[in-house]
């Protein structure tokens, strides 16, 4: 069901990553990104890329924020582009999106951290952050 999320998240990490790398306009990045394969894609995927990428624009000191307040010993600078991109995506779809399966953002998004960097440590780096934040978010929401 939820196969056209796992689809954009994947273009708004990669979107994100290039964008943390070059800068530029978020939504020009990502045009240009599925320029190729873009009529092959679904309306809901495209719609969700375009919903999260206006969101992470909007929020993005508030997320970047977030990272830092979490990340020990460590600066949000220092951490590679993949990781940087993939926690920015994350913290986004579990503190300002309304999506209602956070779960599938943590499995989605721990995917993305298998499928490009591919290293042990990092997943459990990122998962450890993600669920750190999120865990501390559900205590100032309850």
Known sequence: MGKFRKKAREIVFRTLYT?????????EIME???????ENL????LG????TLKGLEEHLPEVDETIKEH?????????????RALL????YELLFSDIEDKGRVFID??????CYINNQ????????????IYKNHQKIGS
């Open 19 to 27: 964008y943390d790398i070059k800068g530029g306009d978020l939504f």
């Open 32 to 38: 240009d990104h599925i320029k190729d394969v873009r």
């Open 42 to 45: 679904s309306e809901k995927t």
């Open 48 to 51: 969700y890329v375009y919903a």
């Open 71 to 83: 990340l020990k010993n460590w600066r949000l600078e220092r951490l590679g582009y993949p990781e």
């Open 88 to 91: 920015r995506l994350g913290v």
């Open 109 to 114: 998004v721990l995917d993305l951290t298998k």
């Open 121 to 132: 440590d990092t997943v459990k780096f990122i998962n450890g952050i993600l669920s750190t």
